[in-house]
């Protein structure tokens, strides 16, 4: 079998968005003083879809959110003409090709993501070529079906969050990600808010169910110092991305506090990026998202290191290319989940370009046998909401 073409489109979005309210979410650009809405350049509000067919005609589907038009430009301008002719069963020899040709200006960020795209497309006909779903080719089911906690809970009032809390916990969700909407530029007021709408939310939750506190990157080393002794009591299962990426002695010396599990990983990148996060004991939860890491074959290493190091693999955002790998390894004990809505920040959008994706159920999802492949499809459905570049 042999990769005939590579195709990448980019889907824009052009259908209906929630606007960004108030604090929603606090995030890294909270730091930088600026006019505009602090959130923007975090909505993912365009997708990177790449189909790969073989001379056989299957095709593969991959996808990448990172700035999907220079994906999309890298793709077509890079990583295409490494991979057409060759084997896709090749796959950690197409890996190193792509991971390689690109190392001097590659190795993190929208690169990786490119390179993630078409791993995914890789791995989804490698499983539709021998009629496997691609949790079989990588270590089987480890679990009757995946728990996974409900994720959204973005910073609006507190009656809000609770009534969505509640709607949540009523279909069974026992687990649940909130955002905070205050960081260190919003002073006391902040800590304030902030502590308030954890209490708002665990008293709808109650303390037998988990609860996970998002801060995207908005927080400094300071002032999440500040904050961890205050947030104890709430029994949070983890604080997530309380520093920007780079920041990895930050995460180390507030994951040494040991007041409260610091998770990341969604903003980091290959298996090198991953050994550095575990060597230096920077997080108590690994968060890779494999449209981001490097794809599959990338991920699946990872899965590896994290078992060696038995840091639990919980990987960002749920998608199809994540549920795979949860499915997989006994390191992963869990998924995120983001249920289907209108389009706000935008990780809802993969409903929107794809067929297939699971929907929780008294909060597991559960994955097919017999489906082969990654399982998904494009969702017509939607397209005359999207702008598609080819
Ligand atoms: O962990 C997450 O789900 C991500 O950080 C979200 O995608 C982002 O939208 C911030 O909540
Ligand atoms: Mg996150």
Redo the contacts with the bound molecule.
């Keep these: 079998m042999k990769i005939k073409s590579v195709r990448a489109r980019v889907f824009e979005w052009k259908g209906k968005t929630v606007p960004p309210q108030g604090n929603f979410?606090s995030?890294a650009m909270d730091l930088v003083y600026s006019k505009t809405e602090s959130?923007s350049t975090?909505r993912?509000h365009s997708w990177t879809v790449v189909e790969i067919e073989t001379d056989d005609g299957i095709v593969g589907l991959g996808n990448v959110a990172l700035a999907p038009k220079i994906a999309k430009a890298i793709i077509d301008e890079y990583l295409a003409p490494l991979v057409i002719g060759q084997d896709p069963w090749d796959y950690e020899y197409l890996w190193q090709r792509m991971y390689r040709a690109t190392h001097a200006w590659g190795r993190k960020g929208v690169t990786m993501g490119a390179i993630s795209a078409i791993d995914l497309a890789i791995w989804d006909i490698l499983g539709k070529s021998v009629n496997k779903p691609v949790f079989k080719l990588l270590g089987g089911r480890t679990k009757e079906k995946i728990p996974c906690y409900y994720?959204?809970l973005?910073r609006t009032d507190l009656a809000e969050m609770q009534k969505e809390a509640q709607t949540f916990k009523d279909q069974g969700f026992t687990a649940f990600?909130m955002?905070f909407g205050y960081g260190p530029a919003h002073l006391q007021h902040g800590v304030a808010e902030n502590l308030k709408s954890v209490e708002a939310v665990r008293e709808v939750i109650g303390y037998d169910a988990d609860l996970m506190l998002?801060c995207?990157m908005g927080w400094n080393l300071e002032y999440a110092k500040r904050m961890l002794p205050k947030l104890a009591k709430f029994e949070p299962r983890w604080l997530?991305?309380p520093v920007i990426a780079d920041d990895i002695d930050g995460y180390a010396e507030l994951n040494a506090m040991n007041i409260v599990p610091i998770s990341g990983g969604?903003h980091e990148f290959s298996l090198y990026g991953f050994k550095q996060l575990l060597e230096r004991k920077a997080v108590s939860v690994v968060?890779y998202d494999t449209n981001r890491v490097g794809g599959i074959t990338a991920a699946h290493k990872i899965n590896a290191l994290c078992e060696a190091y038995s840091v639990p693999v919980i990987p960002?955002?749920g998608q199809m290319h994540n549920y795979h790998l949860t499915m997989s390894t006994i390191a992963s004990p869990m998924s995120?989940y983001?249920p289907m809505f209108d389009v706000e920040?935008?990780?809802e959008l993969f409903y929107y370009i794809f067929k297939g994706e699971p929907v929780a159920e008294n909060g597991f999802v559960q994955l097919d046998d017999n489906t082969p492949g990654l399982g998904l499809t494009l969702n017509t459905e939607f397209l005359d909401q999207f702008n598609i570049v080819e």
Excluded: D
């Design positions: 979410c995030n959130m975090f993912f994720s959204k973005y990600k955002r998002e995207y997530e991305e969604e968060q960002h955002a995120e983001f920040v935008g990780n």
